[in-house]
């Protein structure tokens, strides 16, 4: 009667993509958030203010898309940036379209974080080597275009 047994569980929690991937995104992620810690930015705030940084202006909408986040996340993250004074949003051509740009205080924050950020990747490539690191950066890279074309 009960085809769910606790060791099919087990089964399906090993082979998991999902599950494996997420539990290995909170550890990197609390690793990341720990490092950067001293500059007061969270893991996905660097994120979001490298990405703001490297297109100057985006819409939220296309924001979200590149990272793979509700549009509802990046907002919610965007005003806590906002508020600090990191970013600024405004209007698009379309009123009903945000646009994003980072401020001066929001680079300041990316370059004071910099040094904070390569601590964190040279401690995880340390524990993990370099070539998996780098191998596990392609993987993910490779598998996210796939996914994206699906």
């Known amino acids: 009667m009960d085809t ?3 060791l099919k569980c ?3 929690g090993r082979a998991c993509v999902c599950s ?3 539990k290995a995104s909170r550890l990197i992620t609390q690793t990341y958030d720990e490092f950067l810690r001293p500059s007061g930015l969270r893991g996905t705030q660097f994120g979001l203010l490298m990405v703001i940084r490297g297109f100057g202006n985006i819409t939220v909408t296309k924001l979200a898309d590149w990272a793979i986040m509700e549009r509802t996340t990046v907002t919610r993250n965007l005003k806590l940036l906002e508020k ?7 209007a698009g051509k379309d009123q009903r379209e945000r646009v994003v740009s980072i401020t001066d205080n929001g680079i300041k924050a990316l370059v004071s974080a910099l040094p904070f950020w390569e601590e964190a990747q040279q401690h995880v490539a340390g ?5 998996r690191t780098g191998n596990i950066v392609k993987e993910i890279s490779s598998m996210v275009s796939m996914l994206r074309k699906e």
């Open 4 to 6: 769910l047994t606790s």
């Open 84 to 90: 600090r004074g990191l970013v600024r949003i405004e």
């Open 10 to 12: 087990a089964e399906i």
């Open 20 to 22: 494996n991937l997420r």
């Open 127 to 131: 524990i993990l080597g370099e070539d």
